[in-house]
């Protein structure tokens, strides 16, 4: 009995490990960002400087549309904000 609970618990443990990386190989390399078709924000954090025009471009590109970061607020706990542009040479 003492070996059934032994697998139990091992088995549990190596799948909430599985799930574990799993869930950080979805979230990339970039933080989360809060968005739609037509723009979002970006938690500002100062090691990814540079990079937010990277990120938008990312975002927007999922939706196939070009991005602009129009604005930058460099607090922590403000936001990074752009929006999403339609290609205009693009038919829908």
Known sequence: MRWKRAI???????????AST??????G???SIAGNDTGGIIPYA?????FY?????????SWGRLSHVT????RYGDY?????IDKPWMIH
């Not at 799993?22 to 979230?27: G, K, L, R, T, Y």
């Not at 604005?71 to 460099?74: G, Y």
């Open 53 to 61: 025009p990277q990120i938008a471009r990312d975002y927007c590109g």
């Open 80 to 84: 990074i904000s752009f929006v999403c």
């Open 22 to 27: 799993a869930m950080a190989e979805i979230s």
């Open 8 to 18: 139990l618990a091992a088995l549990v443990g190596v799948l909430a490990f599985a």
């Open 46 to 50: 100062p090691n990814l400087e540079g």
């Open 71 to 74: 604005s930058v607020h460099r």
């Open 29 to 31: 390399p970039w933080p």
